[in-house]
Structure formats: structure tokens, C-alpha cells
């Protein structure tokens, strides 16, 4: 069964930091694209970053460069989103999708929440 689960996500300070996982299953993750999305309450899920297959492009939000950094250990089939220097703005639920480099194949995560709060 193919799944995506993230984790990592969590309450921290404004200017604090936090690391997100996506541990992907059921599925190579190799030629596959990544990609965060984050969605708040009452608005449309965004696209954060993105890194992709064969060659590790990065691509981000405007709002998070220099912020986020986005990598990827395709032998652990992870992906991960560095988060540094956090602001309420970033609070949101995020998400992990993945896809194919060469189909249509989609698939995305459950998410996990990130609160940025004092």
C-alpha cells in the first residue's frame, strides 16, 4: 500500500525552527518529484517547495526563500523541509505529494500540522 507520512510538525515560537519528514512507502521513491504544500484555515493549499528527480531542482514559495530549505535522501525514501526563522504566517497544515517524473501518478499525505505562536 502506497503511503506518504509526514512528521515533525509541532508549536514553536515565532523565529524558531523545525525539521519535517515525509517517510514515503509502498513505493521507490526514486522518479518521483517532491513537493510541501501547506494549507491554513479558510485559504488554498500552496505550494511550498518542490525538489525534483534527477537532478534535485529546488523550487519555492516566495514567502519562505531563504526561510525553508527543501532535501531529499532518495535511499531512505524521505524527504525533508527545513524550516528556520518561523512566523505566524507559516502556521498551516503541510503536506507531502509526490509525482511521477514521467505519468500522471499523484499521491499525498495525510499532513501534519505547524503552529507558530508565542
Known amino acids: 500500500q502506497v503511503q506518504l507520512a509526514e512528521s515533525g510538525g509541532g508549536l514553536v515560537h515565532p523565529g524558531g525552527s523545525l525539521r519535517l519528514s515525509c517517510a514515503a512507502s509502498?513505493?521507490?521513491?526514486?522518479?518521483?518529484?517532491m513537493s510541501w504544500y501547506r494549507q491554513a484555515p479558510g485559504k488554498e493549499r500552496d505550494l511550498v517547495a518542490r525538489i525534483l528527480w534527477g537532478g534535485g531542482s529546488t523550487v519555492y514559495a516566495d514567502s519562505v526563500k531563504g526561510r525553508f530549505t527543501i532535501s531529499r535522501d532518495d535511499a531512505k525514501n524521505t524527504v525533508y523541509l527545513q524550516m528556520n526563522n518561523l512566523k505566524s504566517d507559516d502556521t498551516a497544515v503541510y503536506y507531502c505529494?509526490?509525482?511521477?517524473?514521467?505519468?500522471?501518478?499523484?499521491?499525498w499525505g495525510q499532513g501534519t500540522q505547524v503552529t507558530v505562536s508565542s
Open positions: 505529494k509526490a509525482d511521477h517524473a514521467f505519468s500522471r501518478t499523484v499521491f
Open positions: 509502498g513505493f521507490t521513491g526514486n522518479m518521483y518529484h
